[in-house]
């Protein structure tokens, strides 16, 4: 199979190096040729070290690295069956490069995004071929975690979902389908992790370390929130946040956190800028938090209640099944257990008597539970 990958940054080297492992041709651009050529350099180490370390055979490296191919121009994509683009997240750019991208490519050819936070019905909608047109989410950094969310447009031709699927399974990936809605599903019901926990400490009722310890000694999260928001660098998360509030017309449950923008405009930005919600220079030490059950147990169950709420909310809304809701959370962000099962265990009477307990003290929209979780009482 040919495939196309569009931008070589972060994304665009990640995924070219998945399709070549799965042995197909790869065919990167990128509008800045010295990108390309880094990313090929920096994959080509990791490659190395991978054949070094046992993990791939030398030989299976070589292949990995000769299946992707350069290109200084978008015509070099003529032949492709798939082109999957990962660019910079502008809609009039991503929509401008599919308008010239449908002049190149044959007709059968499948168009893909890797867009985070663009809906794809409104980036096929300027399509002539709106129907070959689909989203095609991979998560940071594509080569190692598994789940890959296939979202088709209202126009994307009813079988190509299950095309994606097939070939994404083929891949090695651990795909899900998802309806097209601001988020997707990961970012979408991920939110209240960094949110609440953003609350939380603004409301002075917990220091950063003390959720982060909360969360992964009551629920097993490999990191906490801040230690995430850090990772994944504090203007990224609000800008995604902001996206998703925006985007579902201002729903103050989604609604972004003061703290974290003023952290933004402070280029307190986590690990990348040296200092977030944690200080990462040479030999800064992590705070130990004071650890407090009582406090440690609202903290975890304010957070945990929210996010089992938003799982609960789009299993009602269909945005994806239940399976798929589960496998979502656990492949493309790591959690511990998939939320709905989580909240069988924890008891979804429990859960809600915990959003309606904070309802009743905030009086604030943000705390509605989903009519779905009442029922699942
Ligand atoms: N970084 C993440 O964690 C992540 C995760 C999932 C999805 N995404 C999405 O993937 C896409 C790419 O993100 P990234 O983090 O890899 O960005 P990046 O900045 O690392 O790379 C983007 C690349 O696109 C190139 N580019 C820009 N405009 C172009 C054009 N018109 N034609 C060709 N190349 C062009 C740039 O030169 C750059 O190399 C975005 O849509 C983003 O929302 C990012």
């Not at 009551?218 to 203007?235: A, R, S, T």
Request: proline share 5%; net charge negative.
């Amino acid at each position: 199979m040919k495939v196309g990958i569009i931008g070589s940054g972060t994304m665009g080297i990640g995924i070219a190096q998945v399709a070549a492992t799965a042995d197909c041709a790869v065919f990167l651009y990128d509008a800045n040729s010295v990108q390309t050529e880094k990313s090929l350099k920096n994959l080509k180490i990791s490659l190395d070290k991978l054949a070094e370390k046992g993990k791939i055979s030398a030989e299976k490296s070589l292949d990995i690295f000769s299946n992707i191919k350069p290109c200084l121009d978008l015509e070099n994509l003529q032949d492709c069956d798939l082109v999957v683009e990962a660019i910079i997240e502008n809609k009039e750019i991503k929509t401008e490069l599919f308008q010239n991208l449908e002049k190149i490519v044959s007709e059968n050819c499948i168009l893909a995004s890797n867009t985070s936070s663009i809906s794809i019905t409104s980036l096929q909608a300027n399509l002539q071929k709106p129907e070959r047109f689909i989203g095609i989410h991979f998560f940071n950094p594509a080569p190692i975690l598994p789940l890959v969310e296939v979202i088709p447009g209202l126009l994307t031709n009813e079988n190509l979902s299950a095309e994606m699927l097939e070939l994404m399974n083929s891949w090695g990936k651990s795909p899900i389908v998802a309806k097209d809605v601001p988020g997707f599903i990961v970012n979408r019901i991920a939110r209240p992790f960094y949110g609440e926990a953003l609350r939380i400490v603004e409301e002075n009722l917990a220091t950063p370390e003390q959720v982060d310890d909360a969360m992964k000694s009551l629920g097993n999260f490999k990191m906490g929130p801040f230690e995430l928001m850090d990772l994944i660098g504090i203007d990224i998360n609000f800008s995604v946040t902001t996206m998703v509030y925006k985007d579902y017309f201002y729903d103050p449950k989604y609604k972004p956190s003061l703290l974290q923008q003023r952290m933004s405009e402070a280029k307190l930005l986590g690990r990348k800028s040296g200092k977030g919600f944690y200080n990462y220079s040479e030999g800064a030490e992590k705070p130990s938090p004071k650890k407090d059950e009582n406090l440690y147990q609202q903290i975890f169950m304010r957070i945990i209640s929210m996010l089992i709420n938003e799982a609960v909310e789009a299993k009602r809304l269909g945005i994806a099944s239940d399976e798929d809701i589960e496998t979502a959370m656990q492949k493309g962000v790591n959690y511990p257990k998939g939320l709905l099962s989580w909240g069988k265990e924890i008891g979804f009477s429990k859960i809600s008597e915990t959003l309606q307990n904070l309802y009743t003290e905030y009086q604030e929209e943000r705390y509605r539970q989903s009519p779905l979780l009442r029922k699942m009482n």
